[in-house]
């Protein structure tokens, strides 16, 4: 997941630097299992790239003004080595009182049962608002462990000049419409050997999720404290088989057994001899560094599903909002998810360009096109499977990466393919 949320972090680069964002509290000065939480002060672990200084700032400042004696001693993290450093801090007998955690390694930590349940709690903080794809990220046999913090999804990315030199007067709105966009891009500008009308990795697997959700299929299903893989029923079938459309339709030359990150997309992008490709907003200021240019050319659409108006589903990535449960200051660290939780700073974490996790007010984000085709989708955002082990899916032997390549390269069949990645998916959140 470590990845998917640098990722994200790139979709705020529009309007805010993620490089040393620092709060009331200075720099990554953190260490061993997170300083002092005694007395008057409530340690607080975020992410770098993840909330802008001045929000972080104004938020510490207001918390310290309402709670006498209170001083927030606010600490940025990174993301390289932070798993280890989390179950270090999560054991101890003196964690910080709020961190920053990736959406799927919520699940994990719950299970250990270092986290605070924040079930009561859920009312008090907005709960009635929250993000759903990310509600259901924070939760684990059937309690509430993570407050929705910020997410981001994919969208279609596409070059409105090339579309409109090929006849195409309206973004895709179904998936017989996207095919027929690329036959259109490809009959316009196909005489050149490097165009591609879609530019679509084939371990793409964030990507499949769409379809293989549009399809009415699934990656798991929950089976008590377990997992049961369901990447061989109909539905999962007919998103694979979408997938291999695309990739085929567009001659893209993507390769096929590497992801979206290898070479990154972006810059192939900003090469400006590809179309389309999905990815977040915040690509295309990467690929902006190529091509100035090319951010006034972008405009985007939601990824197109089956039914003709209806968009597929998307897969929210991003983070939560913990409480450890060996916290000494429990009841302070719900107050200051209280107040992070509430429109006002939700917000403005809009206006740093994410989904707000706790908040339905996105009015800031849609200001930016391609922001607010991303609120829009995020509406009906999933989140993967919440198996405790699911980090190991990632950062593993990815099954669903190795679907991907076996069945798009013609070495197995969709029933093989898909068989294989069943089982081999079952070893790892099966149990």
């Not at 640098?6 to 680069?13: D, F, H, P």
């Not at 509290?25 to 001045?54: C, E, I, K, R």
């Not at 390549?405 to 069943?422: E, F």
């Amino acid at each position: 997941m470590k990845r998917w949320l640098k990722l994200v972090a790139g979709a705020a680069a529009i309007t805010l630097a993620t490089a040393g964002c620092a709060g009331s509290g200075g720099g990554d000065n953190a260490s061993g299992s997170g300083g002092s939480a005694q007395g008057g002060t409530l340690t607080v672990w975020l992410m770098t790239g993840s909330a802008p200084t001045d929000l972080t700032t104004a938020l510490n400042k207001e918390f310290e003004a309402a709670h006498s004696g209170v001083k927030v001693d606010y600490q940025i993290q990174q993301w390289n080595g932070i798993q280890q450093k989390l179950t270090t801090a999560l054991a101890g007998d003196n964690p910080p009182d709020v961190i920053e955690v990736g959406n799927t390694q919520t699940p994990a930590f719950a299970a250990q049962g270092v986290l605070e349940d924040l079930t009561p709690s859920v009312n008090d903080l907005n709960g009635a608002q929250w993000l759903a794809g990310l509600k259901a990220s924070g939760e684990y046999d059937g309690k509430t462990y993570g407050v929705p913090f910020y997410a981001a999804n994919r969208e279609v990315l596409y070059r409105k000049d090339l579309f409109e030199q090929a006849g195409i007067t309206a973004p895709p709105a179904s998936n017989a419409e996207w095919l027929d966009a690329i036959a259109k891009l490809k009959a316009k500008f196909g005489s050149d050997p490097g165009f591609q009308p879609l530019y679509l990795p084939g371990q793409y697997w964030y990507s499949l999720l769409s379809f293989v959700w549009d399809n009415g299929g699934d990656v798991a299903k929950a089976d008590g404290k377990s997992f049961k893989s369901t990447l061989d029923s109909p539905g999962s079938k007919a998103g694979l088989e979408f997938y291999k459309q695309l990739v085929d339709a567009s001659a893209t030359t993507a390769p096929k057994d590497n992801d979206e990150a290898n070479p990154a997309q972006a810059g192939i992008y900003g090469g400006g001899k590809v179309a389309m490709f999905i990815g977040t907003p915040g690509e295309v200021a990467t690929a902006a560094k190529t091509d100035p240019s090319i951010t006034g050319k972008t405009g985007a659409f939601p990824i197109p599903g089956h039914a003709a108006g209806r968009p597929a589903p998307v897969f929210l990535g991003g983070s939560n909002l913990i409480v450890p449960v060996n916290s000494k200051n429990k009841d302070l660290a719900k107050e200051y998810l209280k107040l992070l939780s509430g429109t006002k700073y939700m917000s403005q974490m809009a206006a740093a360009g994410y989904v707000p996790g706790t908040s339905s007010d996105v009015s800031a984000l849609a200001k930016d096109p391609l922001g607010a085709v991303m609120a829009t989708a995020s509406k009906n955002g999933r989140a993967v499977p919440t198996s405790p082990k699911w980090g190991e899916v990632e950062s593993g032997q990815n099954p669903l990466k190795d679907m991907l390549t076996a069945y798009l390269t013609g070495k197995k069949t969709v029933d093989q393919a898909t068989a294989d990645a069943n089982a081999a998916l079952d070893k790892i959140i099966g149990g």
